[in-house]
């Protein structure tokens, strides 16, 4: 894979310029609109590919986060033979009423979580506890872009370690202003 170029494709495709709120309510004048790679096979695929050299040793199920993550943690699943996990922001209140669907029983399995845009990882913080609490090993996220500040891991203090395809840093250096 060819980082330089990836980071130029995604960036072309997917920043947008403009006032935007954030998941986590902070606003930006810059926003990456992940469903606009996401929705393009090639590059969601491309995407997908280099995720999978970022997923650490002993993976047994990949985690898709609802709504952005689940695309990627299904072409990750494809390429990878790993089961895909569906994981959605709050349980259902109606049929299964899980956090997560797919795989029923998560309990003692390593869980990769993959994760779209990264910002402060609050939406991925809540997940990997949720899944902890059913007695799943979720040390790890991969995501497509890391849009934190980069000065430490927005995740550290709940134990996970963020591996990202690009950064704000990759996908500023190849923008055309």
């Known amino acids: 894979m060819n980082r330089r170029e990836l980071a130029a494709d995604i960036d072309a495709a997917c920043r947008l310029s403009g006032v935007f709120t954030l998941r986590s309510g902070l606003t930006s004048e810059e926003y990456f609109d992940k469903y606009l790679f996401e929705s393009d096979p090639k590059?969601?695929?491309?995407?997908?590919?280099?995720?999978?050299?970022?997923?650490?040793?002993?993976?047994?199920?990949?985690?898709?986060?609802e709504l952005g993550g689940v695309p990627l943690a299904t072409v990750v699943s494809q390429l990878t033979g790993f089961p895909a996990?569906?994981?959605?922001?709050?349980?259902?209140?109606?049929?299964?009423?899980?956090?997560?669907?797919?795989?029923?029983?998560?309990?003692?399995?390593?869980?990769?979580?993959?994760?779209?845009?990264?910002?402060t990882g609050g939406a991925v913080r809540q997940a990997a506890l949720s899944l902890r609490a059913q007695g799943a090993h979720v040390t790890s996220v991969v995501c497509a872009i890391d849009r934190s500040d980069g000065s430490s891991s927005a995740l550290a203090d709940v134990g996970?370690?963020?591996?990202?395809v690009l950064?704000?840093?990759?996908?500023?250096?190849v923008h055309q202003r």
């Open 43 to 65: 590059l969601l695929n491309r995407v997908a590919e280099a995720m999978v050299s970022l997923l650490p040793p002993g993976t047994d199920l990949v985690g898709g986060l």
């Open 85 to 119: 996990l569906f994981v959605r922001k709050q349980a259902k209140e109606y049929g299964t009423r899980r956090v997560a669907e797919g795989v029923i029983d998560i309990g003692g399995r390593r869980v990769t979580l993959i994760e779209d845009v990264i910002t």
């Open 160 to 164: 996970l370690a963020v591996h990202p």
């Open 167 to 173: 950064t704000r840093t990759d996908l500023d250096a």
